[in-house]
């Protein structure tokens, strides 16, 4: 039988959840229509007020590692719930042919990277990869637009990139506004990508370009769904502290075969990878010296032989 004061404490822990500013038991991902609902990208002022904002606000309230027992549980809960919907998204798409590709959130929408990385989502979108991205702005957001444009010539690309151009950096204003113009300018509804943004660092806008994005609050758990979902292989891009991270723990899961195989680690940038933050000199010499195993590395400044690299991995695996 059920103690009373543990009664209390289950009808306590029922009424929580239900008073959150998000749903515990979602069934399917966000889109950004969802995520930004409430947001009117003609009115800079209404963004407080969407639902990303509302949850990221009570996120705060409650501290980013809170110490109230039912809020622990209703984010645990969510999370659980989005990792659900996850695994509903790759019964439906191949896993072998998802790509991801990881990079700065600082770098602008004007930056020649940020259009090489677009049309390289583009393209790769176009050959039947699943692109995946920590959903957030900068390099994040390029690999998103580069899906959503999948099909379109590369006269679209540039037109869009002209529409982002007036709010280069997340940190102005129109950056959102400008991202839901292109929306509406290129409608499509043909080819899908994933993102996996989070709620700890809510002060960066998600980007709108995913149509299935896994928001999730615990960061520990996103970086190892962005790492483990890359089955083709992943793309790194200049970045700083999170790329680098993201770097070795890859490389990590290839040299253990964690989940049975090895999936392509390429380099997109030269001079960076190699003078201005040399890890690719360093991951050569550890698997040289045989201190890392299974690494697949590729350096190259060419979108074309990153794609061709991981086109060539998928049809091979």
Known sequence: MIRQAEYQHVTTLIDYLREVP??????????????????????????????DQRVYAHYLSLGKQTTRMEESMARTLHDHAI??????????????????????????????MYREIVLLSKRLTEKGCYMLSGGGPGA???????????????????DALAILAPAPSFREAGWMSTAFSVL?????????????????????????????????????????????????????????????????????????????????????????WTKELPIYPLLQQLANTGMYKNLLLTLTDDIGTVAEELINYQLHA
């Open 184 to 272: 509406e300018k290129y409608p499509q509804t043909t080819y899908h990508s994933l993102s996996i943004p989070t709620w700890l660092y809510g002060h960066e806008p998600s980007t709108v370009f995913a149509t299935h994005i896994a928001k999730l609050f615990e960061n520990s758990l996103r970086e190892d769904r962005l790492l483990t979902l890359s089955y083709g292989g992943i793309v790194y891009t200049p970045g700083s502290a999170g790329t680098i991270q993201e770097i070795f723990q890859e490389a990590v899961q290839n040299h253990y075969l964690s989940f049975g195989f090895s999936s392509p680690m390429i380099f997109l940038g030269e001079d960076f």
């Open 83 to 112: 990792h659900s919907a996850m695994e509903r998204f790759f019964a439906t798409h191949d896993s072998r042919c998802c790509v991801g590709i990881m990079g700065g959130h600082a770098l602008l929408r004007t930056d020649r």
């Open 140 to 158: 994040m957001e390029a690999t998103h637009l580069g899906a959503w444009l999948a099909g379109q010539d590369e006269t679209a690309v540039d």
């Open 22 to 51: 998000y749903d515990v038991n979602r069934e399917t991902l966000y889109t950004a229509q969802e995520l930004y609902g409430g947001y009117d990208p003609h009115d800079q002022t209404s963004y407080a007020s969407c639902y």
